[in-house]
């Protein structure tokens, strides 16, 4: 029988999403509560579920998504140090307008999350993965021959719009594949898209943009999206429960002598109604849930600092250290190696802790058990931003910066994971709860480099960094702690918790 919900999804009765009186749907659910129990349990060792599939093809399809969710994050950051050239090319004098074509594609990637997350719980996750990846594409080209600044700035727009649909549901299908001891590592190399992308982007159109031109930045950038395209569209399955189950309904009714027995649960449900109590969901969780809050809020500060960071790069490695444009983009490698040596660490330390902690407590697992390593790698992120902010500000070995930035990197990965895993295992929606979080963080990292050109002006490097630092202790020391602690207890009270 292929009527039930996965465990995950909270029974219609207690929605906490939907207050509204019991429907006829909902009645005719409950009336057959037992069946779906057996369903159930028949569910969970059906070779169709996505977690009782194999080794490698759960780690094809990690990998592809993976790489869906690299390419925009790449995107991000790749014209960051053409930034002078573009500026020239259009005309632009303004310094604020010049930030903003690069992090105007952070704004609707705060936005599209809030579509693509609850579209891809009531169709599926893979083809609003596809069709993100395609329509970012076609945006792609149209950055490449923005004939305007204000054409420029759109086409980044809509590109950061459509690369947020792995984003938004790539978490979920972690999710959906692996079961709480086993994501770590598996999340770990999805989370490596947004932390490496930004990181690589640089690197790479750095010598682009300085040998070819930065058109051509685009234009690779459709080029990655058209290979990987052809990878995942042949080779890309559904991972996500309730869809598998819905087409397993709609055809075994086509085949079967009692149709009926086969019907999916809230088939009658209204499309528009679903849109609309899903759209909520991200809104709701971020601002009904404590806990979602404050680490989103801890995350999204980090990640600002983040973004504020490619802006800042060039003027620092160009005019004080005399970089040519090419050899600028190198300055992000330190990101980049302290982001890879905190995936390898972080998601060991993980792992470890995790299993330990839950074989303590008799086998079961909990969500606070991912807050050790969070706590762990807090006291990197201001050690790395003083130490940045300072060698910069007396103008030491360019080495000295890059090094801050490494310490940085580790702490910002060391802590990325388990916000991500923490969110994934506490909230019953967790491609809603990822969204809730990309939001917010993708709102910094919009808003940051519009400020960060004043600020420093105004502060100096090391002061500037020195209060960035600040917050961050503030927001991801005590925190953390607190939420190791009494997390389960505020959980238990909050209805939008598993």
């Known amino acids: 029988m292929i009527t039930s919900r996965p465990h995950s999804v909270p029974e219609p009765s207690v929605n906490p999403f939907y207050s509204s009186p019991p429907s006829q749907v909902s009645l005719q659910y409950l009336e057959r509560s037992s069946s779906q129990d057996i369903a159930s349990d028949e569910w969970a060792t059906d070779i169709a579920n996505p977690r009782n599939w194999s080794g490698g093809k759960k780690w094809a399809v990690t990998a592809i998504v993976s790489a869906y969710n690299f390419i925009s994050p790449l995107a991000s950051s790749m014209m960051a140090p053409a930034l002078p050239n573009i500026a020239e090319h259009y005309e632009i004098t303004n310094p604020t307008l010049v930030s903003m074509t690069l992090s105007v594609f952070l704004l609707s990637f705060a936005v599209g999350p809030l579509f693509f997350g609850p579209l891809s719980e009531i169709y599926g996750r893979t083809w609003v993965l596809h069709g993100g990846n395609l329509l970012f594409l076609a945006f792609s080209i149209g950055c490449a021959y923005s004939p305007t600044a204000n054409a420029l700035i759109a086409f980044r727009f809509l590109s950061g719009l459509a690369g947020s649909a792995p984003v938004a549901c790539g978490g979920g299908s972690i999710s959906d594949l692996f079961a709480e001891r086993d994501r770590a590592a598996a999340m770990s190399l999805f989370s490596l898209g947004p932390l490496i992308g930004p990181v690589v982007g640089p690197i790479a159109g ?293």
């Open 206 to 498: 750095g010598f682009i943009s300085q040998s070819i031109g930065f058109k051509w930045v685009f234009i690779i950038l459709a080029a990655l999206c058209g290979a990987f395209a052809c990878i995942g569209i042949p080779l890309l399955r559904e991972t996500y429960a309730p869809v598998i189950q819905r087409r397993m309904g709609k055809k075994s009714m086509k085949t079967s002598s009692d149709p009926e027995k086969f019907q999916v649960a809230h088939a009658n449900e209204a499309v528009g109604e679903k849109i609309w109590l899903n759209l909520s969901r991200a809104v709701i969780l971020l601002f009904g849930s404590f806990i979602c809050f404050i680490l989103s809020l801890y995350n999204s500060l980090m990640y600002g600092v983040y973004y504020l960071m490619f802006t800042t790069f060039p003027p620092l490695f160009l005019e004080t250290y005399h970089f040519s444009v090419g050899v600028s983009g190198l300055a992000y490698l330190g990101l980049g190696i302290g982001f890879f040596i905190a995936s390898g660490i972080g998601a060991y330390l993980g792992n470890i802790i995790y299993k330990r902690l839950s074989d303590k407590n008799g086998g079961v697992g909990k969500p606070e058990m991912r807050m050790p390593v969070l706590i762990l790698g807090s006291f990197f992120v201001p050690i790395g931003l003083f130490w940045y902010g300072w060698s910069a500000q007396a103008k030491l070995h360019w080495i000295m910066p890059i090094i801050g930035t490494a310490i940085f990197g580790f702490g910002f990965m060391t802590t990325f994971i388990p916000i991500q895993l923490y969110l994934v295992d506490a909230f019953t929606y967790a491609a809603s709860a990822l969204a809730a979080a990309s939001v917010l963080r993708s709102l910094f990292g919009f808003a940051f480099p519009l400020f960060g050109a004043q600020m420093f002006k105004a502060l100096g490097n090391g002061g500037g960094n020195s209060l960035l630092g600040g917050l961050t202790i503030v927001l991801g020391i005590p925190f953390p702690i607190w939420i190791y602690y009494y997390g389960e207890r505020i959980r238990a009270n909050n209805p939008l918790n598993r």
